[in-house]
């Protein structure tokens, strides 16, 4: 299989803390990747980091084959972010916000418009293209913000948290929409804390605490045992090896 | 050759025009000569309506040698689909041939052929030009364009244009100089003519570029619906050296238009700077000048201290959370700052506009002393956002209260350099308007020339500023964002 992202002993310090330590994964095409991890654990750090946000202390991370911190303009336009603080323009609509971007994506008037229908139709944003992003609801700015994100059909999805303070209807339009980018050879990385939704969406799981990778595995490979049995008894593990 | 001449005359005129037809495109060609002669003709007005209201004939003589020596030059700019010379290397002919083929070609077609004669009808009407003046006229344009065909046919290195831009220089000086010998007092202004006329040419071409710019721009994407494809607007080798000047020609691009709507979006729907910012104008310039709101004074205070930092001063913070969406899209960095920039400017513009009619209704202040003031606005705001530029790249700060826009915080070190950069600029400033009023013909030579070197500034610090958000721009979405 193709790595499509190849992220290579990443460590990210901020003074005396260090968020990220040595972390290395590889995601292929067309995988589902789920981060978890406990609050501070550096999700949205490497979410930051792969997203090309801002750059790591030490170590690199290659998408398609190139190294992130060149920062091309095509880089840019492979990856979709959906990041921990949605990006939003709170002074715009949704509909300007949308055409913004797609314009900033140097996408052709009439596929723009086709794109923006489409997304406003599947995220069920049509009542609300015309709001100010600031007066909507915070589940229907993360869905702006997901809309934005995918505005300019990206080969792949950062996404921090989708599906945080969301309702149930709004996480199931953006289940059916990752489903969707999946089946069509996309490749998605999520974080979230809803471990249910992980295990039933995702291919492949990776689970950090306070800076190290815990746990990398196959959802597959997890032997019948709940995604949330894993977790607790990993995270609980590593607890008291930093006790002792 | 005359048949090889005429072959491929004929040949290109079946790529232009016919296919033009074809397309069914004759209201464009239409709508393209009206542009032209709107244009032509809204410029020749305001050569006669200029603001210095000098009408000798030397004046008349310098301004039309330059105006319409570049007028003939943006005739052709319209012309969709040029013969290059790499189109004429196909075919088997001399370089004398192809300077001939070149020159018949530029001025032998439909455009040119409706559009100078109404032109110039036009300029006899209204500036009375003798036939002589026409002549001469010419005769000095079609020696530029013959040297010009030369040098390309030579070589098509942009170094060789430079050479016929100042040879084209020299000639024009020429035309110029000989009616100042005649009256001795003007001998005195030689060498400072000498400098308006090389940067008044540089500035008219930029200008001319722009509003070339701006013509195409709403042609392509109004009246045709087509996006833009700026490889498509033909652009002959002679103009090359200006495209290196005019910042890659902003005024065409799709997302500046985009960053430009947003950015102003952001500043009208906070309604709090749009009231507060207005009411704080006015407070501070009576402030300053005790009461007495003079003109000078108020509008330089403004441009000093309160657009700046209510506009300029840190303006990614405008952008907030958008901020990291804005810099993960595949955008020039350029096109951001210029965005903010000339939104920046334009709502300074309104603002003092709005300033201009209080005091011209209340303080009968004279409509002459506030054109004078908004000319050298202008080039004082451009080099007040080339600060503003590099103080918000430097010294990025975060508002830590959104709603109160009293609260906000800016960083000192940028607030500081600022006012000693800007109180410096502005005092130079007001000595130069105060030695313009004094010698009009002093405003002729150093208004374009102040224009100029505001814009050379800018351009030279944006350069700076670009390279420096590279470097800075993940520390600037830490410091915003996080």
Known sequence: ?244 | MISKIKAIIILSHKLCIKSEVREGKLIAVFINIILMNIMNISLIFFLVINPFKIHNSLSFYFHITFWLSILFQYFDRFNTMNLTYNNLNIFPITNLQKIILRISYRYINILNIITIPITLYVVSKITHITFVSITVWLIYEYTCITLGEAFNILSRKISNNWILFFIGLIIQALFIISPMLSNKSYIINIPFLFVNILNSDILVLKLLLFLYSIGITYFNLILLSKPLRINKINRSINFKFINKFILDLPFMNKQLKNLILKDFLIIIRSKITIIFYPISFIILSCAITNGKLTLAVSVLSDIVFVIPIYLGINFFEQDQKGLVSLLLTPINRKLIIISKNLVMISICIIQLLFFYMILIILHKVNLFDVLFILLYVIPLMTIIASICNYLSIKFPYNAQNKRLIIKRKYSIYSIVIHMLLGTITTGIFACIIIISKMYIISTLVILPNVYFFSYIFYIKFLKSVDDKLKNREKEIIKCIIF
């Not at chain 1, 934005?148 to 792949?156: M, Q, S, V």
């Open chain 1, 1 to 244: 299989m193709n790595n499509i992202i190849l992220v290579e002993n990443l460590t990210q310090q901020y003074g005396d803390f260090l968020a990220l330590n040595n972390v290395s994964f590889k995601v292929n095409k067309g995988e589902f990747l789920g981060i978890l991890g406990p609050n501070g654990a550096g999700k949205t750090t490497l979410f930051n980091l792969l997203s090309g946000i801002t750059l790591p202390t030490q170590g690199k991370i290659v998408i398609n084959n190139e190294d992130i911190s060149k920062f091309s303009f095509e880089f840019k336009k492979k990856i979709g972010v959906l990041c921990s603080n949605l990006g939003l323009y709170n002074k715009l609509t949704c509909l300007e916000f949308l055409q913004f971007l797609g314009n900033m994506y140097g996408i052709q008037n009439n596929e723009l418009e086709k794109n923006i229908s489409y997304i406003l139709d599947v995220l069920q944003l049509d009542l609300y293209k015309n709001k100010v992003i600031e007066k909507c609801s915070t589940g229907t700015q993360k869905k702006i913000g997901l809309a934005g994100a995918l505005i300019h059909k990206p080969e792949i999805l950062i996404l921090d948290e989708p599906f945080e303070s969301v309702d149930a209807i709004v996480a199931y339009n953006i289940k059916s929409l990752l489903k969707d980018f999946i089946s069509n050879q996309g490749t998605i990385i999520i974080s979230s804390h809803i471990l249910e939704i992980v295990q039933h969406l995702c291919s492949k799981v990776l689970i950090l605490n306070k800076g190290k990778i815990l746990l990398e595995s196959k959802i597959s490979d997890l032997n019948k045992k709940s995604l949330e049995e894993y977790f607790i008894d990993i995270i609980k593990k590593e607890e008291k090896n930093n006790d002792k």
